[in-house]
């Protein structure tokens, strides 16, 4: 058995989901890694320490309100204190049909007391080219959907992993 047991990282990881996907509170999210942490974007570069990822993410997450996580499923690996979960970078349709979809992994390590000492994030390029294409083509039809910051599809997953009906409507973990 690993450092860790089951329960704590699932814990640790509800909170991680509740308060960055969920309740979209960036820089809460923020505070749930170690100061020293590691974040591995495959597509932004590497960022050292939880206030170098404060100054990318929230920035970033404030200028696409439209974006939402919809989650698939998670594991969790006790030996090595991580956990894994698959996810769908999601924008609901402008049109109000669907969703433009890409698919992403991320791998976590915890760090004990509900932190995370890295984050490394893995996404579909082709996915989410398709997924730009389609939401660029149905902005024709409805220009300031990004504004409405819509979340019509959490996925199936647990009750957990659902937020709101919108950006506007996110519950606050604070």
């Known amino acids: 058995m690993g450092q860790w047991t089951k329960a704590e990282l ?5 909170k991680f989901w509740r308060v960055g996907a969920v309740g ?8 749930l890694f170690t100061e020293d942490a590691l974040y591995v974007g495959h597509m932004y570069g590497n960022m050292h320490g939880r206030e170098n ?19 698939e499923w998670h594991t969790v690996d006790e030996e ?17 049909q669907g969703t433009c979809d890409f698919p992403g ?14 984050e ?3 996404y579909s390029i082709s996915g989410r080219d398709r997924a730009m294409k389609a939401y660029q083509e ?7 959907h ?22 506007a409507n996110r519950p606050s973990w604070r």
């Open 120 to 122: 490394e994030d893995y």
């Open 24 to 31: 979209e509170d960036w820089d809460g999210w923020c505070d």
């Open 53 to 71: 990822i404060r100054k990318w993410i929230v920035p970033v997450m404030a200028k696409y309100l439209e974006i939402y996580t919809g989650y």
């Open 138 to 144: 149905g902005l024709r039809s409805n220009p300031d």
């Open 80 to 96: 090595r204190g991580r956990v894994i979960v698959y996810v769908q970078n999601r924008r609901d349709h402008p049109s109000g």
């Open 105 to 118: 992994v991320t791998i976590l390590d915890y760090a004990g007391a509900l932190m995370w000492r890295q």
């Open 10 to 14: 699932d814990e640790a990881f509800r």
């Open 146 to 167: 990004p504004k409405q910051g819509t979340r019509r599809d959490w996925g199936n997953g647990p009750a957990w992993t659902r937020g709101t009906d919108s950006y």
